[in-house]
């Protein structure tokens, strides 16, 4: 699927009350090319809760419940169950996709009992994080999502703390697919969309979506950061299914030795979040421990990359 | 057909018999036989429901706002700590305005923990836009339960329900309970039919961002809703009479209120109790009848002001207490006949955490009470200090002492 072979029904209408260079809404954009019309949605409290735009105007043109915070899986759980009830009932053709859309706060913290109990029972829904590394909606304070050293509201010097990696949380629950997305990879979002679309039971997406506002860069630069942070290794493209991940788009060209990994440094110099590691004065211990992570997983699948190829190789070659 | 069970189980028979689709439920003392007897039911085919077991209560609650909002009838189940815990949604499924049933245990909150019954949770649980109908038998369970979906689903209402029933006392004791025939309820409760629903074909957006300019408004249709409920609630009862057989009363349920120059005013099971006081008080000259609120959401106004404000006295026995005021229900009644009145009115607050109230008890305040030696204030005459509690006051005492607290 090339771009210009994107369907051109648009479910998200255009004057939306997104800031500009949002990259939530043009995640949904994308998100709803690959799922189509027959779609329920449960917006769960984040950005998307305000930028779908205020009541009586809604840029969503599917049937669209907004929810609580704490409450994707769930709500998820009871749509799903309904709908299996209607198409019994011959109400349905067939079951639309049920779709719950989550900020990270809304996945990674608060929100993360009722996503890991609906994946537990394997509910038949796909969960979409969009994540842009901290409570944006209510004026970027720090969430579990939040990477290593970047400034917010309430991480004034930084934050000391590693992010949870809540894709592989998903995988340990045993679910049938989950991918991770890049806005500026939309065919592979488009994808990976369409793909869990045809798939039963719990599939989670979770996208990384640079915040203008909340990451300090110049909203013309949404794709750019999004690029950036997949060829500095800070965000990873893969889809995991039937107990196999495989790594995919820019991710996979780097593991595979096409195109070479770039210094975190690139990443972290375009947005003022990280403006501290730079002004007054440089800090090389940080930025050192930032690029030594990400060295060390690149060269570890690399290196496993090799290996699976060599392996290949004695078992594709003819025998003496 | 007729059983002999427990509330619980009774419970279920009426999620059973109104035929309810969906039920998102998480277990919690004293309320599990509910869940459990509708899982027994799904499971040998004799109830055709999906059953979301969520891993929590207020996952219970949004799922619950999930499946009605597709249109299909949702039933829940839950007590005490579970209701504190799906409170935020509580708001919500009567904010978005959804038919639903759900049933409450009503159980002491901790700490410390207590299985046992008091009317705390589901008070704490009064200003959510709920309709909060509370029982005083095993029959009136059924029979609330079934009434409760035609009244949620009313075009006139469209809000959420709570059937409210004592822990233990309802809950898990046995009685006999007659199960009506399901084609006899089917005439009754008409099948789900919803104002509005996620509905693919006319896509529309829900609780989205709602400015100040009219968010009140949304407000004030709520408040009318719960106003249009009263009229509902009488006729349901009124129907289910007519068609099924049983009344149990409809906003209210009056006891030897004939002559009556005195009442007392209760809910849920102190209600039956509170009986017996009446025809003590009646044997012993003081002609007095009871009140049993059957339905605090809506609260009964023109029938409380009617009944009570021409008499010398009243009683309010409360099983919740508001801190910092008094007795919950006796704020309301006082409220209900003021400036209407000249009646004294008493309040009891008793029955905390089960404590078994007696109907000497009732009968004892209530004569204190039409004697004049009851303040009119909310007074606790079952509160003794018994010899551990004692010490720790002793102990309390002595620290202030140490410390220089005056």
Redesign the interface.
């Known amino acids: 699927m090339r771009l210009r072979d994107f369907p051109e029904d648009e479910v998200f209408l255009q004057g939306s009350a997104a800031c500009q260079g949002c990259p939530g809404s043009a995640a949904i954009r994308v998100a709803f090319k690959a799922l189509g019309?027959?779609t329920?949605l449960?917006?769960i409290a984040s950005c998307t809760?305000?930028f779908?735009?205020?009541?009586?105007l809604?840029a969503?043109?599917?049937?669209?419940?907004?929810?609580?915070f704490?409450?994707g899986?769930?709500?998820?759980?009871?749509?799903?169950?309904?709908?299996?009830?209607?198409v019994a009932q011959g109400v349905f053709d067939e079951k639309?996709t049920i779709l719950a859309w989550a900020g990270d706060g809304g996945t990674y913290d608060i929100g993360i009992?009722?996503l890991?109990?609906a994946a537990?029972?394997n509910t038949d829904f796909i969960y979409v994080c969009y994540n842009n590394e901290a409570y944006s909606n209510t004026g970027t304070q720090r969430s579990g999502a939040t990477p290593y050293a970047a400034w917010t509201t309430n991480t004034t010097k930084g934050k000391e703390e590693w992010r949870k990696d809540i894709a592989q949380i998903m995988i340990a629950h045993g679910v049938p697919y989950v991918a991770t997305a890049s806005l500026a990879y939309p065919t592979d979002m488009f994808r990976k969309f369409a793909k869990a679309k045809e798939i039963r039971g719990t599939r989670y997406i979770e996208i990384q979506a640079p915040c203008p506002p909340g990451w300090k860069f110049p909203s013309s630069y949404t794709i750019k950061i999004a690029r950036m942070a997949v060829q500095t290794g800070m965000w990873m493209l893969y889809e995991y299914e039937e107990g196999k991940t495989t790594y995919t788009a820019g991710t996979k060209r780097i593991i595979q030795g096409q195109s070479k990994l770039k210094p975190v440094e690139e990443y972290l110099k375009e947005q003022g979040r990280f403006r501290h590691l730079f002004y007054p004065e440089r800090d090389e211990e940080t930025i050192k421990e930032i690029q030594d992570r990400m060295t060390h997983i690149f060269e570890n699948l690399q290196f496993t990359h090799k290996m699976k190829e060599h392996i290949m190789e004695i078992e594709l070659a003819p025998p003496h | 057909m007729r059983l002999v069970e427990t509330g619980n189980h009774v419970a279920a028979w009426g999620a059973r018999m109104a035929r309810a689709?969906?039920v998102?439920a998480y277990p919690i003392t004293p309320q599990t036989q509910v869940i459990e007897e509708i899982s027994r039911f799904i499971d040998e085919g004799e109830m055709d429901c999906?059953y979301?077991?969520?891993?929590?209560e207020?996952?219970?609650m949004?799922?619950?706002?999930?499946?009605?909002?597709?249109?299909?009838r949702?039933f829940s189940a839950t007590s005490a700590h579970g209701l504190l815990y799906m409170h935020?949604?509580l708001h919500?499924a009567a904010g978005?305005r959804l038919p639903m049933v759900m049933v409450n245990v009503n159980r002491a909150l901790g700490p410390g923990w207590n299985i046992w019954c008091d009317h705390q949770d589901t008070i704490a649980a009064r200003d959510t836009g709920w309709i909060q109908l509370y029982c005083a038998s095993h029959q009136e369970i059924l029979d609330t339960t079934i009434q409760a979906y035609r009244i949620s689903e009313d075009l006139k209402v469209i809000l959420p329900v709570m059937v409210c029933y004592d822990a233990i006392f309802l809950s898990h004791n046995y009685m006999q309970v007659e199960i009506p025939d399901q084609e006899v309820v089917d005439r009754f409760l008409p099948p789900f039919r919803s104002l509005w629903k996620?509905?693919?074909d006319?896509?529309?957006?829900?609780?989205?961002?709602?400015?100040p300019d009219?968010y009140e408004e949304v407000r004030y249709s709520m408040f009318q809703a719960l106003d249009n409920s009263r009229k509902v609630i009488r006729t349901a009862a009124e129907e289910y009479r007519d068609i099924v057989g049983n009344y149990h009363g409809d906003l209210i349920e009056t006891y030897r209120m004939e002559g009556a120059e005195s009442a007392l005013v209760a809910m849920g099971s102190i209600a039956s109790e509170a009986k017996m006081a009446v025809d003590m008080l009646r044997d012993a000259g003081y002609p007095c009848g009871l009140v049993r609120v059957r339905s605090y959401r809506p609260f009964p106004i023109e029938e409380l002001r009617t009944l009570l404000a021409p008499l010398r006295a009243v009683l309010v026995i409360d099983r919740g207490v508001s801190f910092g005021m008094e007795g919950p229900m006796y704020s309301e009644v006082k409220a209900v006949i003021y400036g209407r009145s000249d009646a004294e009115v008493y309040d009891i607050v008793t029955g905390l955490g089960g404590r078994d109230v007696t109907y000497e008890l009732i009968f004892d305040n209530a004569e204190a009470a039409l004697k004049g030696k009851l303040e009119q204030k909310t007074s606790w005459p079952a509160v003794s200090l018994n010899e551990h509690h004692r010490i720790s006051k002793k102990g309390l005492e002595e620290y202030w002492k140490k410390e220089g607290v005056k």
Do not use: C, K
């Open positions: 019309r027959n329920i449960a917006v809760s305000v779908q735009s205020p009541f009586p809604s969503l043109d599917v049937p669209t419940i907004n929810m609580a704490a409450t899986g769930a709500v998820a759980s009871g749509i799903t169950a309904a709908a299996d009830r209607l639309p009992q009722a890991s109990g537990e029972r | 689709e969906v998102s999906e979301i077991p969520v891993e929590s207020h996952s219970a949004a799922a619950m706002i999930g499946s009605a909002a597709m249109g299909v949702s935020e949604l919500w978005i996620l509905d693919l006319y896509p529309f957006t829900h609780g989205s961002v709602i400015y009219d």
